[in-house]
């Protein structure tokens, strides 16, 4: 029976890396650099754990002298939970916005379900623990499968929806109502995560009439939880289009003044073209030419949409993603056959 336990366990935690990984790898065209996402990763672990539990005792201790006793349990799980940790979950962010890797939405959907499955795993395995202290077998096998499926993902998706909000007003000019983004993405995070311990809170408190009624208020819960997940899938996907067809843009610009060749420009912005190895010569480093390549129309599309002071130096780099292209292809490979 201990070595199941260990094993669920294990398993458990194999399936969020895999989560990670995932997520990680659907960063097709600029994919964040691993030491900034183990790092972010291990924000959600370490760092926001232990700053949620201090923050959720401060807010309990606070909330108890209005809240009546009956109702603390529901009050903490729906109420301080949700908006301590998704709180700390998030300031890790205030290190990413100062960073050169928080470029647009999707890297800040990337870094917020990076936060997100690291503070899960560490949750994960203090419920196990607890579980395994006091409930049953079939209680710990339950609470295996519900935290690695459901409750690991809530974490995920909460904290993505942040971080989507901030990457997508990270290289914009700051009007006033750009600052509600990142608001609205916290309001977000933190209904989607009430929700699911609200559904978990109450199918297992004895506050419903009985089993059918719990079973149902925990199969809600679930079908909230694989809806919001289809749904961040989508925005992800969406996310990506719009990186495409940025892509695509500003090559096109860059192909009409002989940066690049001209049919380049119908294949750096599809990953399923860009990844063969027919349309460089040998010579040319293939990834080191995406990279740039991709980098240098991320960085025209920033110095176009931020602010003047950001925007001149988003020019400069612009002028070295360009001049790094021109190098890597050389001029006699854009008036080689391989060219235009």
């Known amino acids: 029976m201990v070595g199941l336990g260990v094993l669920a366990v294990a398993l458990s935690t194999l399936i969020l890396l895999c989560y990670l990984g995932f997520i990680w790898w659907l960063d097709r065209y600029e994919r964040e650099p691993l030491r900034w996402v183990v790092l972010t990763f291990l924000w959600g672990a370490l760092g926001a754990t232990c700053l949620g539990v201090l923050l959720s005792v401060v807010m309990e201790f606070s909330l108890s002298m209005v809240i009546p006793t009956a109702y603390e349990g529901l009050t903490s799980a729906v109420i301080v939970a949700p908006l301590a940790e998704e709180f700390t979950k998030g300031l890790i962010f205030l290190i990413l ?105 109450l199918s297992g408190s004895g506050l419903l009439d009985g089993t059918r009624e719990d079973l149902e208020v925990m199969g809600i819960g679930m079908l909230l939880v694989v809806a919001m997940s289809v749904m961040m899938f989508a925005i992800t996907q969406f996310s990506l289009m719009r990186e495409q067809k940025i892509i695509k843009r500003y090559l096109r610009e860059e192909a009409k003044a002989g940066v690049i060749p001209e049919h380049h420009v119908d294949i750096i912005p599809y990953w399923l073209k860009r990844r063969k190895k027919d349309w460089l010569p040998p010579q040319v480093n293939h990834q080191e030419y995406l990279r740039v390549a991709t980098l240098l129309a991320f960085r025209r599309y920033q110095a176009e949409t931020s602010s003047p002071a950001a925007s001149r130096e988003y020019e400069e780099r612009v002028k070295e993603y360009r001049a790094q292209v021109r190098q890597l292809l050389g001029q006699e490979v854009r008036d080689s056959p391989w060219g235009p």
């Open 97 to 201: 916005i100062f960073s050169k890797e928080l470029d647009n939405e999707t890297d800040g959907l990337i870094y917020g379900a990076a936060v997100g499955i690291g503070f899960a795993m560490v949750e994960n395995l203090l419920y196990y623990g607890a579980v395994a202290l006091t409930g049953t077998p079939e209680m710990f096998f339950f609470t295996v499968f519900a935290r690695t499926f459901f409750s690991a993902l809530v974490h995920t998706v909460s904290s993505a929806l942040l971080g989507y909000t901030i990457g997508y007003v990270r290289h914009r000019r700051l009007f006033p109502w750009l600052w509600l983004w990142p608001v609205i993405g916290f309001v977000l995070a933190v209904v989607n995560h009430a929700l699911w311990n609200l559904a978990a809170t």
